[in-house]
């Protein structure tokens, strides 16, 4: 046990480390520069919050841990989804590169609060899918119904059904700007589209699968946006 719990948390330290080259990369080699200074506290922020996250899961909750790093488009059953993880990945190397090749053109003239309420931003969105982790341990990079699985009402859950998708569209819309990019903001929108079609496609899967879960939707009647929609 205690050799599979190191396993998984090499696994996990890895695909941090994976993740950091990714993002790197996808922010310096389109800048062509390394004197991009919003880049290097954005990484800061995002791994700064990314890390404790993962080390609260390897501590207390290393089944939601191996849940969440096996995500993405082939941990997927349904083919809809797998598209959908496959676009949403894509979108958001582009919400990296888009800020970083507006850099090196200098198209966009961000102030420094702006810069620093983007950094805010990243730093909020994190937070709120920290809450949804202590919250609920089924929230899973994939989309599936477990065994042991229940309906969570309390906490973020409270406010909205998605609250996970919430904090992930904050973070993504502090991103742009926490890079000093105005043109960034473009790529929040097919995201945020991704997002919705993920939700959708999530709450038929609950709604068939999840007791509980229709009744869950008539006390909490709104899907990602708290008072909207």
Same mark, same amino acid.
């Given at each position: 046990?205690?050799?599979?719990?190191?396993?998984?948390?090499?696994?996990?330290?890895?695909?941090?480390?994976?993740?950091?080259?990714?993002?790197?990369?996808?922010?310096?080699?389109?800048?062509?520069?390394?004197?991009?200074?919003?880049?290097?506290?954005?990484?800061?922020?995002?791994?700064?919050?990314?890390?404790?996250?993962?080390?609260?899961?390897?501590?207390?909750?290393?089944?939601?841990?191996?849940?969440?790093?096996? /995500?993405?488009?082939?941990?997927?059953?349904?083919?809809?989804?797998?598209?959908?993880?496959?676009?949403?990945?894509?979108?958001?190397?582009?919400?990296?590169?888009?800020?970083?090749?507006?850099?090196?053109?200098?198209?966009? $003239?961000?102030?420094?609060? /702006?810069?620093?309420?983007?950094?805010?931003?990243?730093?909020?969105?994190?937070?709120?899918?920290?809450?949804?982790?202590?919250?609920?341990?089924?929230?899973?990079?994939?989309?599936?119904?477990? $065994?042991?699985?229940?309906?969570?009402?309390?906490?973020?859950?409270?406010?909205?059904?998605?609250?996970?998708?919430?904090?992930?569209?904050?973070?993504?819309?502090?991103?742009?700007?926490?890079?000093?990019?105005?043109?960034?903001?473009?790529?929040?929108?097919?995201?945020?589209?991704?997002?919705?079609?993920?939700?959708?496609?999530?709450?038929?899967?609950?709604?068939?699968?999840?007791?509980?879960?229709?009744?869950?939707?008539?006390?909490?009647?709104?899907?990602?946006?708290?008072?909207?929609?």
């Amino acid at each position: 046990m205690m050799s599979a719990m190191n396993d998984l948390n090499k696994k996990a330290l890895g695909g941090l480390l994976r993740l950091f080259v990714s993002l790197a990369a996808a922010l310096f080699l389109p800048a062509w520069t390394l004197h991009y200074w919003q880049a290097w506290i954005f990484l800061a922020v995002f791994f700064g919050s990314i890390l404790p996250i993962t080390i609260y899961l390897m501590k207390n909750d290393p089944n939601l841990l191996e849940g969440r790093i096996t /995500a993405g488009p082939a941990a997927e059953k349904e083919k809809s989804q797998k598209i959908i993880q496959f676009v949403m990945s894509i979108v958001f190397i582009a919400t990296c590169v888009l800020p970083a090749i507006d850099h090196r053109f200098g198209w966009s $003239a961000v102030p420094l609060d /702006a810069v620093a309420a983007g950094d805010i931003l990243v730093a909020l969105g994190l937070l709120i899918v920290f809450l949804v982790f202590k919250e609920n341990t089924f929230a899973s990079g994939s989309i599936k119904v477990h $065994a042991a699985q229940r309906v969570v009402s309390t906490g973020p859950y409270a406010f909205v059904r998605h609250p996970m998708y919430f904090g992930a569209l904050v973070m993504l819309l502090g991103m742009p700007l926490s890079l000093g990019s105005w043109w960034g903001l473009l790529a929040i929108v097919p995201m945020t589209a991704g997002i919705v079609w993920r939700l959708l496609d999530e709450e038929k899967l609950l709604a068939k699968n999840l007791p509980g879960y229709s009744e869950y939707r008539n006390i909490v009647a709104h899907r990602l946006l708290p008072f909207v929609w």
